[in-house]
């Protein structure tokens, strides 16, 4: 309740959890009722976590009618209110996570899923450290095809790649300030930001984070604010996997290093090749990968981006300081060793993204498994087994994969699941302009 006495004019709140595909849902709220909220929660139904991206039930889901669409007990994270700067009127945004009435986590909310994967972790007294970097486009989409918006500073369009270029952050520097500036406010650490590969394309780094949680907090509101911010500027933010078949598209890297009791990066031998501990991270991820691309990639759009020479990875592999492979170990001083993983797009649900990455790095160091040798030269021409080249042979991997069901509880599989495919369904129906019109603002 601080926040909101020290902001009087705030007279309305959100309070919003994320579903499995990270859209948020809840409700708007005046603020006189915020300190009830705060005490009891709030309740919606378990079914509003598990819909599909049009926001539809899914069907036949045992959620909905056989168990007759129960509630769930909606109460405050950690992270506590902060403004939502893409309103017009002040406004307090609360994020919320789902519980049953008696208390227990609810095993369908993709950040309870993420809870449970830490506390792994901590029973074994390690700390993950977490970062992302996230990639989007801005658009304008307000014509008939989509178009790099004209810059609010000169009003002209820029139509090249521009790859770190600063003239292309330049002509955005309205829309980049105040989004500096929202971070700031919204306790969102942000970092660097750059030009990416392709126009209106751009990337900014989260910095990291000794609490996955809080790292996959940041991720959300960041795509939350990115979106919302964009609109007040007159065009679109998306995160959107290949908004542009000629293009390559957005992705959603995450570097991690795991520490012990003592603060000590496990990953670190004192050496450019890092720890045996590390080698077993990395075949951990290896052998979850298939498994693991429903996450990764988890639209019909998604496979779209996933294609040899395109700057994302296709091949099951690893690396030293290599852009081209699925896993890379980046170029630092020893106590800094990190894992890269490259594979996931912009348009994932951060909670799931990092829980996958975290569940099977430690499913690997669990069973002290070995990686394969790492690669060298281009990872597209390797002969690596391959991701699921498909949105469909995803999802049957994700259902039987034994690695993701070391990671997430079978409720949440089988969620998941039943939504991806029924989206499948749905989506056949879709034309491409009414595809880019759906995964544009939603993911």
Not at 131 to 154: H, K, M, N, W, Y
Not at 261 to 267: A, K, L, S, T, Y
């Amino acid at each position: 309740m601080d926040w909101l006495r020290e902001h009087p004019d705030v007279k309305t709140i959100r309070i919003a959890a994320a579903d499995l595909n990270g859209v948020a849902r809840g409700k708007r709220v005046p603020a006189r009722f915020a300190d009830k909220i705060l005490t009891e929660g709030t309740k919606f139904p378990f079914s509003v976590l598990n819909m599909d991206i049009w926001g539809e039930d899914i069907e036949d889901s045992p959620l909905v009618f056989q168990a007759g669409d129960p509630d769930g007990l909606l109460l405050p994270t950690e992270r506590g209110f902060m403004p939502m700067p893409w309103l017009e009127a002040p406004t307090g945004l609360l994020p919320i996570w789902m519980f049953h009435l008696d208390g227990r986590p609810y095993e369908g909310d993709p950040r309870q899923a993420l809870a449970r994967v830490v506390e792994r972790y901590q029973a074994v007294g390690l700390t993950p450290v977490v970062a992302t970097e996230l990639e989007f486009f801005l658009i304008d989409d307000s014509g008939g095809q989509l178009r790099v918006p004209p810059s609010p500073r000169s009003g002209k369009r820029r139509t090249g790649a521009e790859t770190l270029s600063l003239r292309a952050l330049d002509a955005f520097d309205r829309f980049f300030t105040a989004l500096y500036d929202a971070c700031e406010a919204m306790d969102i650490p942000a970092d660097t930001a750059i030009s990416e590969a392709a126009p209106g394309q751009f990337e900014i780094n989260l910095m990291h984070q000794p609490d996955p949680l809080k790292a996959a907090d940041d991720a959300w509101l960041f795509k939350l604010l990115v979106k919302g911010l964009a609109r007040r500027y007159g065009f679109a933010g998306s995160f959107m996997a290949k908004p542009y078949e000629a293009w390559n598209g957005s992705g959603m890297h995450m570097h991690f290093s795991v520490l012990d009791r003592q603060g000590r990066n496990v990953f670190d031998n004192g050496g450019d090749e890092g720890s045996d501990v590390l080698r077993h991270a990395v075949a951990g991820c290896l052998a979850a990968m298939p498994g693991s691309t429903l996450l990764f990639a988890p639209h019909e759009n998604s496979y779209d981006r996933l294609v040899p020479n395109a700057h994302a990875p296709t091949g099951i592999g690893w690396a030293y300081e290599n852009r081209t492979s699925a896993i890379r170990i980046p170029s630092s001083g020893p106590k800094a060793r990190r894992i890269e993983h490259r594979v996931a797009g912009g348009d994932v649900n951060p909670y799931l993204t990092v829980a996958a990455v975290l569940g099977a790095a430690l499913n690997g160091i669990e069973d002290k498994a070995e990686p394969p040798p790492p690669i060298q030269g281009n990872a597209y021409e390797q002969g690596l087994e391959q991701l699921p080249g498909s949105w469909g042979a995803a999802i049957d991997a994700f259902e039987t994969s034994p690695e993701i069901r070391r990671i997430f509880p079978a409720h949440l599989i089988e969620n998941f699941v039943m939504t991806k495919r029924q989206e499948l369904h749905y989506m056949a129906e879709l034309s491409d302009e009414e595809t880019v019109e759906l995964y544009l603002d939603t993911v």
